[in-house]
């Protein structure tokens, strides 16, 4: 199914500091996925991105497979309909 969905991700750990946003951005270069990365106020690392759930499984996976796997606690995952917002995946700054 290459309908298009929004995964919202958060990554708990000590996930800011370690260049996960800017690593994030590489490893979804290729992906086709448009949203965002973003720090969140209470430490914690949130992506956005609409994509087919093949590209958004690929994200999700090579971020947890990537260096910053280490650095993760925890992760959740939500899923709902994209709304085409975004025009590329980029950094986001502020919560």
């Not at 990365?37 to 690392?45: A, K, L």
Request: cysteine-free.
């Amino acid at each position: 199914n290459a309908a298009v969905r929004r995964m919202t991700a958060s990554f708990d750990g000590h996930v800011q500091g370690v260049g996960f946003r800017y690593t994030t951005i590489d490893l979804a270069a290729d992906l086709n996925v448009r949203g965002f990365v973003r720090n969140e106020p209470n430490g914690s690392v949130t992506i956005v991105a609409e994509g087919s759930e093949k590209a958004l499984m690929s994200l999700l996976n090579r971020v947890r497979s990537s260096h910053l796997g280490r650095h993760i606690m925890r992760d959740s995952v939500s899923w709902s309909g994209a709304t085409g917002e975004f025009p590329d995946f980029s950094v986001r700054y502020g919560g």
